[in-house]
């Protein structure tokens, strides 16, 4: 399977601290994105970083990537109660293929 | 409309009955994916259309299972004789997938109970 995970699988932490999410893949990729999901609804995209590229910034978001070990970090600073969603690594691997999701990681941020 | 919607919302339907979740694309997006979600769980990839290309099919559960797009727009997921097994939320997403921009936009998703 080319499905990414997520790790850890759930995350609890105080607001203002920094929550750092993982990703890994199996096979060589086109790009991977980051979204983030609400109550079991529809996913937004948060940021997309391409094979080319090891780091991006958005607002508050910071991502990593390496291809080498075949992974991702998406990291949260100055996390706050809002931010408190699951949230998803997808990885489009080549050409004419589906995004593939992982299983996703489960923040809390308390207040 | 501006986002992707997905009707209905809910379904509740009994077991052994045939159901049709329906996905409306933004407009303009050639590739649309049917992923399924289990309560707490990963999405699951379904099914993948793209522009004029055969859908790749190839994470349908079962032959139960089955999905079409006309006109390159609306979608249709059917799930023929449903099974308790199928409660899930269904979600629909489009993306432009031209020029780099492989984004996807999701709906709101259809949460499907078999009783």
């Known amino acids: 399977s080319q499905q990414g995970e997520e790790d850890p699988q759930a995350l609890s932490i105080q607001e203002g601290e920094n929550a750092t999410m993982n990703c890994s893949y199996k096979?060589?990729?086109?790009?991977l994105q980051w979204y983030r999901q609400n109550s079991g609804r529809g996913l937004v995209h948060l940021i997309l970083?391409?094979?080319?590229?090891r780091e991006k910034h958005s607002g508050r978001l910071r991502v990593t990537l390496d291809t080498s070990k075949k992974s991702s970090s998406l990291l949260i600073t100055a996390s706050r109660a809002a931010d408190t969603a699951s949230y998803f690594c997808?990885?489009?691997?080549?050409?004419?293929?589906?995004?593939?999701f992982g299983k996703g990681t489960r923040l809390s941020v308390i207040a | 409309g501006a986002g992707v919607s997905q009707s209905p919302s809910n379904k509740v339907t009994e077991k052994g009955k045939d159901v049709e979740l329906r996905c409306d694309p933004i407009?303009?997006?050639?590739?649309l994916y049917w992923y399924r979600q289990s309560l707490g769980q990963g999405l699951e990839f379904l099914i993948y259309?793209?522009?004029?290309?055969?859908?790749?099919k190839s994470g349908l559960p079962s032959d139960r299972f089955s999905a079409e797009r006309t006109g390159g727009s609306v979608s249709t997921l059917t799930i023929q004789r449903t099974q308790q097994e199928d409660s899930a939320v269904y979600l629909c997403?489009?993306?432009?997938?031209?020029?780099?921009?492989?984004?996807?936009?999701f709906g709101q998703g259809t949460r499907l109970t078999v009783v």
């Open positions: 096979t060589s990729i086109n790009n």
């Open positions: 407009s303009g997006h050639t590739a």
């Open positions: 970083i391409r094979s080319n590229e």
């Open positions: 997403a489009s993306s432009p997938r031209r020029g780099g921009n492989t984004e996807a936009f």
């Open positions: 997808a990885t489009l691997h080549s050409g004419n293929t589906p995004l593939v």
């Open positions: 259309f793209q522009g004029n290309s055969a859908p790749d």
